[in-house]
């Protein structure tokens, strides 16, 4: 049987309706049989503090970087908040990126997708993000971008994703599917 590769789902809103967490969910529908998406939930980490991680850690911060080391990649869907990436997000990831030396995102092939109701997609989330993601050794996906702008018109009411918009997102999945294959590990 060939290899399924189990990929972390960090979602950059904690809203209940947020539009990142229904791509999110979306992508995992529409991934080949290659890709086990899961959402990897950030809202409950205690913002991170060098104290509180010295000796015995906070519970949250452990399970967090466990399911993270767990995971062979890890894929990211996030709004843009001022520009920039989510408080919520970044705490997520300063966490995983803790301690020195031990940082539980490894060189997981990565890739970023960020959606917006505004017209430019979150293009500063997205490109600030992947600074990060650098120095992380992180090898990111390039092609295809996917800074989703008008994102308020993507769901129906009754929750159907747009033909266009799913069309997109089936193209972006099986593009990291490949993209994982290449530079998972192990
Ligand atoms: C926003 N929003 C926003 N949108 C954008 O395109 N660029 C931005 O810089 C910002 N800044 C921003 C800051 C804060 C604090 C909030 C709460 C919101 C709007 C944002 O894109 C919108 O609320 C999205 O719907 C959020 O994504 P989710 O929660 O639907 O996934």
Redesign the pocket.
Known sequence: MSKVYNVAVLVG?L?K?????KLAEALAQLAPPSLKLQIVEIGDLPLYNEDIDAGSPPAAYSAFRDQLKAADAVLFVT?????SVPGALKNAIDVGSRPYGQSAFGSKPGAVLS????A?G?F?ANHHLRQSLVFLDIPVLQQPEAYLGG??NFFDDGGKLNDGIKGFLQKFIDAYAAWVEQHAKG
């Open positions: 809103s809203r309706a947020s539009i990142n967490r709004p843009e908040y001022n520009r959606a917006s109701p505004g430019i979150g500063g994102a308020g």
